[in-house]
C-alpha cells in the first residue's frame, strides 16, 4: 500500500496538475468559513440540538436545511455532518439541496441520498433530488474528503460512505471554474461510494489526489470501494485516481467528458470489474506508473475519442491483466477515424500486459455516419511485453500494429484477425 508518486506521460494533461491541490483558502472551507453563506440556517447552531434517531442518524432538516430546490442549504448540510460521531450517518430526504461552498465529510460518517441515477440522456430533465451546487457556488469540489492533516481531525481519515446520491452541476456556469463532484485528497482510507451519481461538473466526477505537506512525503487516498458509480458528461476527466492502491471498484460508468474517462496512475494491486468509458473526447483508459498487479475483468469502452486504453509504464514491477474485456469503436478522432488510435495501445512500457478473451470492434456512430473506428486493433511500440493470448482483434487500417522496438510483442493461437 505504499504510497509512491506517479509522473504522467509526456503530451497529457495530468489531473494532478491543473487546479488540484487544495491550498490557502480552500483547505479553510469548515463551518466558521461557511458562516454568512446564502441564506441557510442551521438550528444546531442556534442552540436548538437536533434530535438524533436511535441509529445514530442525524436528518439534515433538523438541522434547518430544506431541499426545496432554492434555498442554500451548505450551512445546514455541514452543521448535521459535524455533529455526527463516529458511524453515524447523515440523511437526505427526498428534494434538491442547493449549495455554495463544499460540504465536508469526517471520518467514519456516512452521506445518504434516497437515489443515486444510472445512465440517462444528456437531454433527459435534470433531478429533482441530491446534491445541485448554485452558479455562484465557490470551492474545488462538490463533496470533499480531506485527510487527518488537511481536515482538522483527531483520527485518521477512514471509512467515508456515500450512499444513494446525486450530484447535479447542471447549474454550474459553462466555462467557469473547474468543480469536481467528489474529491478525495491525501491519506483517506476506505473511501466507500454505492449507488452513486455524479453529472455534467465542470471538473473532473471523481477525483483521488495528493497531499504533498505530509512529513513523510506526498499521500494519496487507497483502498477504495466503489460500487455502481456513475460519472455523466464531467468538464474535464470523469474519474481520477492518482495512487489509489489496493482498490475494488465494480460497475463504474464514464460517459462523455471533455477529458479522458478513466485516469490511472499508480494504483496498483486494484481490481476494477464490469468498469466502462464511452463517448470521452479523449482516451477511455489512460493507465500509468503503478507496481503491481491490476486487473480489469469484463470492462468495456465504446467511441471513445483517442485509443480504448492507452497504457505507458515505465515500471518493470508492473502487470496489467485484461480478461474478457470488449473495446468498441474508439479511435472516433471527431467522428473522422484514422489518427492511428488503437483499441488497446501499448507505448514505451517496461510493465507486462496480458490479455485474454479480448474482443477489438471497428465501427461507426450509432446513426452509421461515416468514420469507421478504430484504425487499429491492437498496436503496441517500445515495449517489453504485451501479449494477447485469445480474442477477436479488428482495426479498419490494421488489425495487429507492430510499431517496432518491442521485446515481446505476441498473440496467442486463438486470437482472430478480421
Known amino acids: 500500500m505504499g504510497n509512491t508518486q506517479s509522473t504522467p506521460g509526456a503530451g497529457y494533461e495530468a489531473p494532478r496538475t491543473r487546479r488540484l491541490f487544495l491550498g490557502g483558502a480552500a483547505v479553510g472551507v469548515t463551518a466558521t468559513a461557511l458562516t454568512g453563506i446564502g441564506s441557510a440556517t442551521a438550528t444546531a447552531a442556534e442552540g436548538d440540538v437536533p434530535e438524533v434517531d436511535g441509529l445514530g442518524w442525524h436528518d439534515v432538516r433538523g438541522y434547518g436545511a430544506t431541499g426545496d430546490g432554492t434555498t442554500d442549504d451548505t450551512l445546514a448540510i455541514q452543521a448535521a455532518l459535524d455533529a455526527c460521531e463516529p458511524g453515524n450517518t447523515v440523511y437526505l430526504p427526498a428534494g434538491q439541496y442547493r449549495t455554495s461552498a463544499p460540504v465536508r465529510i469526517p471520518p467514519y460518517v456516512t452521506l445518504q441520498g434516497t437515489h443515486g441515477g444510472g445512465e440517462n440522456e444528456w437531454g433527459a430533465a435534470d433531478p429533482a433530488f441530491g446534491l445541485k451546487p448554485l452558479p455562484g457556488f465557490t470551492g474545488e469540489a462538490v463533496v470533499l474528503v480531506l485527510d487527518q492533516l488537511r481536515g482538522g ?52 466526477g471523481i477525483n483521488t489526489t495528493y497531499n504533498e505537506a505530509v512529513p513523510a512525503g506526498p499521500q494519496a487516498p487507497f483502498c477504495l470501494h466503489f460500487d455502481r458509480v456513475s460519472v455523466l458528461w464531467p468538464g474535464t476527466f470523469g474519474i481520477a485516481l492518482n495512487n489509489s492502491t489496493d482498490s475494488v471498484l465494480h460497475d463504474v460508468y464514464v460517459l462523455g467528458g471533455n477529458g479522458s474517462g478513466w485516469w490511472i496512475a499508480g494504483a496498483g494491486n486494484s481490481t476494477f470489474t464490469s468498469c466502462r468509458a464511452e463517448w470521452s473526447a479523449k482516451e477511455g483508459f489512460v493507465m500509468r506508473t503503478w ?109 495487429w500494429h507492430d510499431d517496432g522496438g518491442n521485446t515481446v510483442f505476441q498473440k496467442g493461437a486463438t486470437v482472430v484477425l478480421s
Do not use: M
Request: net charge neutral.
Open 153 to 204: 481531525y483527531a483520527t485518521k481519515s477512514v471509512e467515508v460512505r456515500i450512499l444513494q446520491l446525486t450530484i447535479d452541476g447542471s447549474a454550474l456556469p459553462a466555462g467557469g471554474a473547474e468543480v469536481d463532484g467528489i474529491r478525495a485528497v491525501g491519506q483517506v482510507q476506505h473511501l466507500q461510494l454505492r449507488d452513486v451519481q455524479v453529472r455534467k461538473v465542470t471538473g473532473h
Open 291 to 399: 507496481q503491481g498487479v491490476i486487473q480489469f475483468s469484463g470492462c468495456s469502452t465504446d467511441r471513445n475519442g483517442y485509443d480504448g486504453i492507452n497504457v505507458q509504464n515505465t515500471d518493470s514491477k508492473g502487470i496489467l491483466q485484461l480478461s474478457g474485456c470488449r473495446l468498441t469503436r474508439d479511435g472516433r478522432n471527431g467522428g473522422t477515424g484514422g489518427g492511428g488510435y488503437a483499441g488497446l495501445k501499448v507505448r514505451n512500457t517496461t510493465a507486462k500486459v496480458f490479455a485474454d478473451g479480448l474482443l477489438v470492434t471497428a465501427g461507426n456512430d450509432d446513426d452509421g455516419s461515416p468514420g469507421a473506428s478504430p484504425a487499429r486493433g491492437v498496436s503496441a511500440g517500445n515495449s517489453a511485453c504485451t501479449v494477447v493470448s485469445s480474442g477477436f482483434v479488428d482495426g479498419v487500417e490494421i488489425d
